[in-house]
Nanobody, 128 residues
Framework: VQLVESGGGLVQPGGSLRLSCAAS????????IGWFRQAPGKEREGVSY????????HYPDSVKGRFTISIGHVNNTVYLQMNNLKPEDTGTYYC??????????????????????WGTGTLVTVSS
């Protein structure tokens, strides 16, 4: 049972990346999925959330209009499309699955609850 992120790398400011979060050993059904990032010396920050069953999404203002979270129902994968990337988007990106409110709390730096699985992360570096 695990979540595995992929798709990170080095990109220039203004560029795009698409991250993937693949689940194995369980399905996303009846769960919410969140993408988080953490830069060195900074707190964890939630950047995108989606409820699997109804597709409701939530984005913080820092990424709204630039990031899009989506679900690949066929392959049990959640994607994060990141456009117009900025240097401050640099960090290790993690996905997690659990209850929506718990993911939101985790994204605000609070003690996470109701989170079943965390991935191990993929590094995104935005630099010229």
């Amino acid at each position: 049972v695990q979540l595995v992120e992929s798709g990170g790398g080095l990109v220039q400011p203004g560029g795009s990346l698409r991250l993937s979060c693949a689940a194995s050993g369980f399905t996303f059904e009846d769960r919410a999925i969140g993408w988080f990032r953490q830069a060195p010396g900074k707190e964890r920050e939630g950047v995108s959330y989606i409820n699997y069953n109804d597709g409701i999404t939530h984005y913080p203002d820092s990424v709204k209009g630039r990031f899009t979270i989506s679900i690949g129902h066929v392959n049990n994968t959640v994607y994060l499309q990141m456009n117009n990337l900025k240097p401050e988007d640099t960090g290790t990106y993690y996905c997690a699955a659990g209850i929506f409110s718990g993911l939101l709390v985790a994204g605000l730096g609070g003690d996470p609850y109701g989170i079943d699985h965390w991935g191990t992360g993929t590094l995104v570096t935005v630099s010229s």
